[in-house]
Nanobody, 123 residues
Framework: QLHLVESGGGLVQAGGSLRLSCAAS????????MGWFRQAPGKEREFVVY????????DYADSVKGRFTISRDNAKNTVYLQMNSLKPEDTAVYYC????????????????WGQGTQVTVSS
């Protein structure tokens, strides 16, 4: 079992920044590709970004390219999501997830999920 706990969400004005963290415990963190997803009210959960186990491979949804940056620190068992130039349409609950392969994350499939953290961007 890999336990994931997100933090760092909150209320921010449009154009502002937030940094989300996802701390993992349990199984070997570095064995997993990690991803961030989000779900806005009334919408389905959508893929945001993933990072490979070593951190060298990433892939972003078009809606966040150039504004969001994912990183991971395997020594700290933590993955981060730096979100800049936030827009009201970024408002959602953000979830981190772990999977045995990055390809699965792009399809919304993961082995473990966090409980989510709310991000609200005001206009």
């Amino acid at each position: 079992q890999l336990h994931l706990v997100e933090s760092g969400g909150g209320l921010v004005q449009a154009g502002g920044s937030l940094r989300l963290s996802c701390a993992a415990s349990g199984r070997t963190f570095s064995n997993y590709a990690m991803g961030w997803f989000r779900q806005a009210p009334g919408k389905e959960r959508e893929f945001v970004v993933y990072i490979g186990w070593s951190g060298s491979i990433t892939d972003y949804a078009d809606s966040v390219k150039g504004r969001f940056t994912i990183s991971r620190d395997n020594a700290k068992n933590t993955v981060y999501l730096q979100m800049n130039s936030l827009k009201p349409e970024d408002t959602a609950v953000y979830y981190c997830a772990a999977a045995s392969s990055a390809r699965r994350l792009t399809k919304g499939d993961a082995d473990y999920w966090g409980q989510g953290t709310q991000v609200t961007v005001s206009s």
